[in-house]
């Protein structure tokens, strides 16, 4: 009985629990899923689409609990294709899509019907193609462009290089152009910016000086006529001679402010 209920184990030197640990949940998940061919995930719509049977409409990215069920055929023999099954959030029918490795889209299979449907650009060339096929006709396009060029007399190449020549340096006269009237610009910005700091200062000197009391009293007698007699408004008033103080210090350091 004893033998049968062991608790003692062999550990190797190289025995890691984390790792052993991992690779149990590793294992335990392909438990899960190595019976079942739909797998249940959560999935957003990649596309919007509505459903046939109650035209419903799902947008895009909505979230659903899916299923994903892998199919047989593969792309190029490498890729594999999916099989993603969702059910409609109001009528509850199947609507399932698969994907399209060639075209790097999805295509609608069963219970619904896209919203928007891709066409082809206004070059001509189809959204649909493949890197091969991409490549290809863009070898072809630089193909004809050479036996383009290779046909053309060497005078046109050279009027062509020379169109090209005096394009460019029309591009580069206008830039260095705008590029003195930014210059300018900036120029004239700090010309008026100084003086108006100029003028500020003056306006403010002008305003802090003194003026006489002889003049104060002629300017009082002056506003006091033109009241009194309506014939002086047309005479101009006298002009204010402001003398600007001399700083002085007296004995005990203090600034004093005297006329000449």
Do not use: W
Not at 17 to 37: C, G, V, W, Y
Not at 70 to 75: A, M, V
Not at 130 to 157: F, G, S
Not at 165 to 182: A, C, I
Request: charged share 35%; proline share 6%.
């Amino acid at each position: 009985m004893s033998e049968r209920k062991a608790i003692n184990k062999y550990y190797p030197p190289n025995y890691n629990p984390l790792e052993a640990e991992r690779a149990a949940r590793k294992f335990s998940k392909k438990l899960k899923t190595m019976n079942k061919d739909a797998v249940t995930i959560r999935l957003m719509t990649p596309f919007s689409m509505r459903c046939v049977k109650c035209s419903e409409f799902i947008p895009k990215s909505r979230k659903f609990n899916g299923k994903k069920e892998s199919l047989p055929e593969k792309y190029l023999d490498t890729v594999k294709v999916y099989r993603l099954s969702i059910k409609c959030p109001r009528c509850n029918s199947l609507i399932s899509f698969r994907t399209d490795p060639k075209t790097g889209d999805y295509v609608m299979e069963v219970g619904g019907v896209r919203n928007f449907v891709r066409e082809p650009t206004a070059d001509g060339v189809p959204t649909d193609e493949t890197l091969d096929e991409t490549l290809e006709r863009l070898e072809k396009e630089q193909q004809r462009q050479n036996e383009m060029l290779k046909n053309e007399p060497a005078e046109d190449r050279l009027q062509q290089l020379e169109a090209r020549l005096s394009k460019l340096q029309k591009e580069q006269q206008d830039y260095e152009e705008l590029e003195n009237l930014r210059r300018q610009n900036v120029l004239k910005m700090q010309r008026a910016e100084s003086a108006a700091s100029v003028a500020t200062d003056a306006t403010d000197a002008a305003t802090h000086d003194e003026i006489t009391p002889e003049e104060f009293e002629k300017r009082r007698l002056q506003l006091v006529s033109r009241e009194t007699d309506p014939g002086a408004l047309n005479k101009p008033l006298p002009t204010v001679h402001r003398t600007k103080p001399k700083i002085r210090t007296n004995k005990l350091g203090v600034v004093v402010k005297k006329r000449l």
